[in-house]
């Protein structure tokens, strides 16, 4: 019998997580680790292994393509470009403390889309061979230019036999034109909402004025279009986060079951005097504090609310195929299935790309709208996507459901060849699956109430995690 190649981490109290290069996980003991390690597996570490399709006899046997198939389905497959981030303007009407575009001032000239970057714009959207295509409108303020969302928006409904349009807008002056436009049922509002008014308004507005003007246009337009068409995303500054129960509140009074939790990104104007890994390890730590206040919740009454990406990390565990998110990703192939269009024309492989050359940091940028993709630029972006091989990686048991983010080393320490375990994206993530697994591992009623909801399943199969002496 052949054994895949099994890595694992000490979960504490004599217990260690297993998993290998598919995905398939157990909780073993020390015992076995010291009996697999030693070549001395009993018939019933054996049979274990086997039901759990972590071995095989030969090769090519039903239980080696089973294995193939599985590892296969976990790398993100390569997709067709339909998805595309347009920034019309970068000029914008606050002036947030964490901006991470910088952005350009409301009144300032020489940072929209021209007439001839537009009809390139269109003329690079209407090239795409995919059936389908999705638009974000990022910025700046994409509102204040409301005349070349409706000319994007008019192109596409046109050339694609489906279109889906997200406005990335603060709601803070929405003119009557621009209610007419989110209404559309193809098009949906994607703003901020820093957990209660006082937090949102140190934070964005910084003043009573304006923060009324945003709650009121918030309520107004999930009153109008309805929840679904409205995601709101909250910033944490871990230095003063505002209270678990007003977040919460201030998406649930509104009928939001979605809340992502974001830290300030070291990226733009929000890198200015900080630490790369300033609080992360507090971050961690009240992110993990924030999952067990919803699981509390979530039981006492009986409704579910989510922190999106610890269930988007949640799924990524229990199943292959779950890489909607980018950071997830692996491989996370750029410029493969979206697109950044900056104001100048720019294109870049994500956002947070666009903002390092926007700071100066470096260019990333690859290519034009006037003169196509820069394909060896993306092909040297793309030789760094991808963890599978990468020498910490390899022995970490999260690698299957992990993902890479050169463009977040890039930022914060300014190369891409640090040991992982040095990185903040390593350090966020391993504490995010650390958690994950601990949850996994509970057996309490209200847990399972919460993770089974999370991972789209209507109860908690007692089979889903396995357990081995």
Request: proline share 4%.
């Amino acid at each position: 019998m052949n054994i895949w190649p099994l890595r694992f981490r000490d979960l504490g109290c004599g217990s260690l997580l297993f998993a290998d290069d598919a995905g398939g996980f157990f909780k073993g003991t020390e015992d076995f680790l010291h009996r697999y390690a030693f070549d001395a597996l009993t018939d019933e570490d054996q049979a274990f292994l086997h039901e759990g399709g972590h071995t095989f006899q030969r090769e090519l046997d039903l239980s080696y393509l089973g294995f193939a198939y599985r590892w296969c389905a976990r790398q993100a497959p390569r997709r067709q470009l339909g998805y595309v981030i347009l920034v019309p303007t970068l000029r914008c009407n606050l002036t947030c403390s964490y901006c991470q575009v910088s952005r350009a001032p409301e009144g300032a000239r020489g940072f929209d889309w021209t007439e001839d970057t537009l009809d390139a714009v269109l003329a690079f959207i209407g090239g795409l061979a995919a059936p389908e295509i999705k638009i974000e409108f990022q910025g700046g303020e994409p509102l204040l230019r409301l005349d070349l969302l409706e000319r994007v928006r008019d192109f596409c409904r046109q050339r694609f036999g489906k279109a889906e349009f997200v406005v990335c807008t603060n709601l803070q002056a929405v003119s009557a034109e621009a209610w007419d436009y989110l209404a559309a049922p193809d098009t949906f509002i994607s703003t901020s909402l820093d957990g209660d008014a006082v937090t949102h308004q140190r934070q964005r507005t910084r003043s009573t004025e304006l923060t009324n003007a945003f709650f009121g246009n918030l309520d107004r337009a999930i009153e109008q279009f309805g929840s679904s068409k409205v995601s709101a995303l909250p910033t944490i500054d871990i230095e003063r986060p505002p209270a678990v129960d007003e977040i919460i509140s201030s998406f649930v009074d509104r009928g939001l079951r979605s809340i992502y939790l974001r830290p300030i990104n070291h990226q733009g104007f929000a890198r200015r005097g900080r630490d790369p890994d300033v609080g992360l390890d507090r971050w961690n730590a009240w992110h993990a504090a924030f999952i067990e206040h919803l699981i509390e919740r979530n039981f006492r009454t009986g409704t579910i609310l989510e922190e999106y990406y610890f269930s988007q990390c949640l799924k990524r565990v229990l199943r292959a195929g779950a890489d909607e998110h980018v950071d997830l990703r692996n491989p996370n192939f750029f410029a493969s299935d979206y697109l950044v269009i900056d104001h100048d024309g720019v294109l870049y492989p994500t956002d947070e790309a666009r903002m390092q050359s926007r700071i100066g940091r470096i260019d990333l940028s690859v290519g034009h709208v006037h003169h196509g993709i820069d394909t060896e630029k993306v092909a040297t972006l793309n030789a760094a996507s991808c963890n599978n091989f990468d020498p910490d990686c390899i022995h970490c048991p999260y690698q299957p459901f992990c993902g890479s983010d050169l463009v977040d080393d890039i930022s914060r320490y300014g190369r891409i060849d640090l040991p992982k375990q040095a990185t903040w994206f390593c350090r966020r993530h391993t504490s995010l699956f650390d958690k994950v697994f601990e949850l996994l591992y509970r057996r309490d009623e209200a847990t399972r109430f919460s993770l089974s909801r999370w991972a789209d399943l209507e109860s908690w199969p007692e089979h889903l995690v396995r357990e081995h002496q």
